[in-house]
């Protein structure tokens, strides 16, 4: 898998998710076989690059390249010089993001609300290529299949993003209307990817090894890319790579296994965060960890509680002690995601 220059491990990618997706998570997943991981989303807004949350996503210290920023906004202008801004910060790939259906991000006519203005979507794609050219830095893009069921257009803004000069194109199989209701089709995808000579990538409800065999053969995609089926199961890319080079399903991971990541993970956590924010913002990863493992409805609750990272580091190494002498592995992997909002 091919992105510009960049050579990529295998064609399995962690998708950018609204706070879920930050360096510590992204290495996370990377420890756990995904080949590839984009950032959360950065505004183009420039008077918000200093904020603590903006310098919280653009943080890539220690990460392994290539690094990639997806940036978000309405003026081509402002996102070429967004773009610039992250290269200069060690972005080595930007992501052009027209996916995000959430309603704070399109009434401002950024993310997936680009796809109702094609004229300005190529012009922001235009803008952006032409800022990363000289720095030589290979621009992507993800979207849905349109803004709603009667105005499908993601093969026209491919087409013409291909055109422009983007490098790969990503679609998640559902319109900015559904948000994340109904199921996820991919025959939109499978059409891009039909008259698209770049990289194209598949993205929604690819939740098991078998969806993942699946939308592969029914779309011929380059590259799959999951989101919130790895919240609380990093390990879902090895699951996925070793099925799809095998045929055979990997055993779930040893509960000792995920003791030891989930207690890393969260280190990395409050590193990034600090004591307080850490804390809070720990406890939907906490939850996915446990919300389908025997009590971990009940431990969920009682975590929530706690107000220090040292009480919280406690109770997850005791929780999966106990767990470790119930069982050696953990059960068999769920297949529903759970909720989050994906860009």
Same mark, same amino acid.
């Given at each position: 898998?091919?992105?510009?220059?960049?050579?990529?491990?295998?064609?399995?990618?962690?998708?950018?998710?609204?706070?879920?997706?930050?360096?510590?998570?992204?290495?996370?997943?990377?420890?756990?076989?995904?080949?590839?991981?984009?950032?959360?989303?950065?505004?183009?807004?420039?008077?918000?690059?200093?904020?603590?949350?903006?310098?919280?996503?653009?943080?890539?210290?220690?990460?392994?390249?290539?690094?990639?920023?997806?940036?978000?906004?309405?003026?081509?202008?402002?996102?070429?010089?967004?773009?610039?801004?992250?290269?200069?910060?060690?972005?080595?790939?930007?992501?052009?993001?027209?996916?995000?259906?959430?309603?704070?991000?399109?009434?401002?006519?950024?993310?997936?609300?680009?796809?109702?203005?094609?004229?300005?979507?190529?012009?922001?794609?235009?803008?952006?290529?032409?800022?990363?050219?000289?720095?030589?830095?290979?621009?992507?893009? %993800?979207? =849905?299949?349109?803004?709603?069921?009667?105005?499908?257009? +993601? @093969?026209? /803004?491919? !087409? #013409? *993003?291909?055109?422009?000069?983007?490098?790969?194109?990503?679609?998640?199989?559902?319109?900015?209307?559904?948000?994340?209701?109904?199921?996820?089709?991919?025959?939109?995808?499978?059409?891009?990817?039909?008259?698209?000579?770049?990289?194209?990538?598949?993205?929604?409800?690819?939740?098991?090894?078998? %969806?993942? =065999?699946?939308?592969?053969?029914?779309?011929?995609?380059? +590259? @799959?890319? /999951?989101? !919130? #089926? *790895?919240?609380?199961?990093?390990?879902?890319?090895?699951?996925?790579?070793?099925?799809?080079?095998?045929?055979?399903?990997?055993?779930?991971?040893?509960?000792?296994?995920?003791?030891?990541?989930?207690?890393?993970?969260?280190?990395?956590?409050?590193?990034?965060?600090?004591?307080?924010?850490?804390?809070?913002?720990?406890?939907?990863?906490?939850?996915?960890?446990?919300?389908? @493992?025997?009590?971990?409805?009940?431990?969920?609750?009682?975590?929530?509680?706690?107000?220090?990272?040292?009480?919280?580091?406690?109770?997850?190494?005791?929780?999966?002690?106990?767990?470790?002498?119930?069982?050696?592995?953990?059960?068999?992997?769920?297949?529903?995601?759970?909720?989050?909002?994906?860009?």
């Amino acid at each position: 898998m091919q992105i510009g220059p960049y050579t990529l491990p295998n064609a399995l990618f962690v998708a950018p998710m609204a706070g879920v997706t930050d360096r510590p998570f992204r290495q996370l997943c990377r420890q756990f076989g995904a080949g590839y991981a984009v950032s959360e989303m950065v505004t183009s807004r420039k008077d918000l690059w200093h904020t603590l949350k903006t310098s919280r996503r653009a943080n890539h210290e220690g990460e392994p390249g290539p690094i990639a920023v997806q940036i978000a906004g309405t003026e081509p202008a402002m996102m070429a010089e967004a773009a610039a801004y992250n290269i200069d910060r060690g972005a080595q790939i930007i992501d052009i993001n027209m996916g995000c259906p959430a309603k704070k991000v399109c009434n401002k006519w950024a993310g997936s609300a680009l796809m109702q203005d094609e004229a300005l979507a190529l012009q922001i794609v235009e803008a952006v290529v032409a800022a990363c050219e000289p720095h030589r830095v290979p621009v992507t893009l %993800k979207m =849905r299949t349109g803004w709603c069921q009667s105005h499908k257009n +993601a @093969l026209a /803004i491919a !087409r #013409a *993003a291909e055109s422009a000069g983007v490098q790969m194109v990503t679609v998640h199989g559902r319109t900015r209307e559904q948000g994340y209701k109904g199921e996820a089709e991919y025959d939109t995808i499978a059409a891009v990817k039909a008259v698209l000579r770049i990289p194209v990538v598949a993205n929604g409800d690819i939740t098991s090894p078998e %969806k993942a =065999r699946e939308v592969l053969q029914k779309t011929g995609v380059d +590259a @799959l890319m /999951i989101g !919130r #089926a *790895a919240q609380g199961r990093p390990w879902i890319f090895r699951e996925i790579g070793h099925y799809l080079a095998t045929g055979e399903h990997l055993a779930p991971p040893l509960v000792a296994e995920v003791r030891r990541a989930l207690l890393e993970h969260l280190q990395d956590h409050y590193g990034l965060y600090g004591e307080y924010t850490g804390v809070r913002s720990a406890r939907k990863h906490i939850g996915w960890y446990v919300r389908s @493992l025997p009590g971990g409805e009940d431990f969920r609750e009682c975590m929530n509680a706690l107000e220090t990272s040292e009480q919280q580091l406690a109770a997850v190494a005791v929780y999966l002690d106990g767990l470790a002498q119930q069982m050696d592995r953990l059960p068999a992997s769920r297949s529903e995601p759970v909720m989050e909002i994906e860009l």
